[in-house]
C-alpha cells in the first residue's frame, strides 16, 4: 500500500537541518570583513585625525624660501617673523636725512619722517602662500620643508607733507634769481651792466632722492642735491639788440649823442630850453614822428596870441623837416638855417634844436620808442 504523504513528509526532515547549518556558516564568516572594514576606517580617520593635529600646528608657520622686503623670514612663526622685520626693514629706515645744497646743509630727523610699514598685511600675504593647497598637500610639504621661493614687498610709509616741505625749505635757500643786462645812461654816455645767471633747485630730483632713502635703507642718508643756472631774460649779449638806437641829450654840453647797438655812432650839436623853460630832464623814448609836421602851439603865456593855434609846413612854422615828440609837447625837431645861430645855447622853449641834415640823419635811424635820456 502506497503513502504519498509520508514519503514528502521524510524528505522534507532531511533538507531542514541541511539550509540553517548553511546559513550559520555565511553568518560566521561575514564577521572578520565587517571588523576589518571597521578597522580600516578607523585607521583612516586616525591619520585625517593626525594630518588635521599637525596641519593646525603649523597655522601660523611660513613656508621656507619667503622674504618680505628682502627679509627672509621662511620657517618662521609669524611673531617670530614681526619681529625679524621690525629690525631688520623698518627700524635700519628710522634714521636722520641730510641734504647738502649750494654749501647749505638741511636735516630730516626720524621723528619728524615717522616711518611705518605694512608688516601684518604683508605677512599674511606670506601665510596665506605658504598654506595654499588642500590638507595633504600641505602637510606633504611641511613634511618635506618644501620652498615656496617668494619675495614680498614690504610697502613703507612717512608722514604726509614731509618730502614736499624739506624740498621747499632748501628750494628757498638755493635760489637766486637771474639779473638781467641793462644800461644805465648818463651825460657822457652809456653803461652797461652784465647779466648774471641765476639759480634753481632740480625740485624734482631732489623729492625722488627723499623718497627713495625714506623707503629704502640701501639708499644713502646722506644727499646730495642738484640744481641747475637759470638764464636771464636779457644777457649782455642780447641786450645790444634789444637797443638798436639811443639818444643822450647832454643840456651842459649842448650836444646829441646817438648810440646804435650800445655804440656811440655820432655826435650833433644842438640847442635846449632856455632859463624857465628848460628842456625836462629824464628818461623818456621817441613818442611818434612827423615829416614836415604842423606846430601845435602850446597854450603857455610865451606862446601869446599863437597860443593854441595850429602852424601849418612853411614860413611862420619854426618847425622844420622833422618831428620826434618825447614828452607830450617837448620834442627834436629841425630849424630854419637862418636860426643856426642858437646852436650851442639855450634859446628854445622846451625842445631840442638841431640843424636840417642833422635832424633828417636822427630820424632815419631812430624808430618810435627809442630812449631819449635828458641829462
Known amino acids: 500500500m502506497w503513502h504519498p504523504v509520508r514519503v514528502n513528509?521524510?524528505?522534507?526532515?532531511?533538507?531542514?537541518?541541511?539550509?540553517?547549518?548553511?546559513?550559520?556558516?555565511?553568518?560566521?564568516?561575514?564577521?572578520?570583513?565587517?571588523?576589518?572594514?571597521?578597522?580600516?576606517v578607523l585607521g583612516a580617520l586616525a591619520v585625517v585625525g593626525g594630518a588635521y593635529a599637525y596641519d593646525h600646528s603649523r597655522s601660523d608657520r611660513i613656508a621656507p624660501g619667503v622674504k618680505i622686503g628682502g627679509v627672509d623670514v621662511g620657517g618662521l612663526s609669524t611673531a617670530a617673523a614681526r619681529e625679524r622685520l621690525q629690525q631688520r626693514a623698518v627700524e635700519p629706515r628710522r634714521r636722520t636725512l641730510r641734504v647738502h645744497a649750494a654749501g647749505h646743509t638741511f636735516t630730516l630727523p626720524a621723528k619728524t619722517s615717522k616711518i611705518t610699514a605694512d608688516v601684518d598685511v604683508a605677512l599674511d600675504r606670506a601665510l596665506a602662500d605658504s598654506r595654499r593647497g588642500w590638507l595633504g598637500a600641505r602637510v606633504a610639504n611641511a613634511l618635506t620643508n618644501k620652498r615656496v621661493d617668494e619675495s614680498l614687498s614690504l610697502r613703507i610709509h612717512y608722514a604726509p607733507g614731509v618730502v614736499a616741505g624739506l624740498t621747499k625749505r632748501v628750494?628757498?635757500?638755493?635760489?637766486?634769481?637771474?639779473?638781467?643786462?641793462?644800461?644805465?645812461?648818463?651825460?657822457?654816455?652809456?653803461?652797461?651792466?652784465?647779466?648774471?645767471?641765476?639759480?634753481?633747485?632740480?625740485?624734482?630730483?631732489?623729492?625722488h632722492k627723499l623718497a627713495a632713502s625714506l623707503t629704502s635703507a640701501r639708499r644713502p642718508a646722506t644727499i646730495k642735491a642738484t640744481t641747475h643756472r637759470v638764464a636771464p631774460e636779457v644777457s649782455t649779449s642780447q641786450l645790444a639788440s634789444k637797443y638798436p638806437a639811443y639818444i643822450i641829450v647832454d643840456r651842459k654840453a649842448h650836444v646829441l649823442r646817438f648810440y646804435e647797438h650800445l655804440k656811440q655812432a655820432n655826435t650833433y650839436p644842438i640847442a635846449v630850453g632856455k632859463a624857465g623853460l628848460e628842456t625836462p630832464a629824464g628818461l623818456y623814448d621817441v613818442q611818434w614822428k612827423e615829416t614836415n609836421p604842423s606846430w601845435h602851439v602850446p597854450n603857455s603865456s610865451w606862446a601869446g596870441a599863437l597860443a593854441g593855434k595850429t602852424i601849418p609846413p612853411g614860413p611862420d612854422d619854426p618847425i622844420k623837416a622833422r618831428w620826434m615828440a618825447f614828452n607830450g609837447g617837448a620834442g627834436i625837431h629841425g630849424i630854419d638855417p637862418s636860426e643856426y645861430g642858437s646852436i650851442g645855447q639855450d634859446a628854445s622853449h622846451g625842445c631840442v634844436r638841431m640843424r636840417i641834415p642833422d635832424v633828417i640823419s636822427l630820424y632815419a635811424r631812430s624808430p618810435v620808442h627809442t630812449p631819449v635820456f635828458v641829462a
Open 9 to 40: 513528509a521524510t524528505v522534507h526532515d532531511q533538507r531542514a537541518p541541511a539550509s540553517r547549518r548553511a546559513t550559520r556558516r555565511r553568518s560566521r564568516s561575514r564577521v572578520p570583513f565587517f571588523v576589518l572594514g571597521f578597522l580600516v
Open 171 to 207: 628750494a628757498a635757500a638755493v635760489k637766486r634769481d637771474p639779473v638781467n643786462a641793462t644800461v644805465k645812461a648818463n651825460a657822457g654816455g652809456l653803461t652797461v651792466h652784465d647779466s648774471h645767471r641765476g639759480r634753481a633747485l632740480d625740485e624734482s630730483s631732489l623729492k
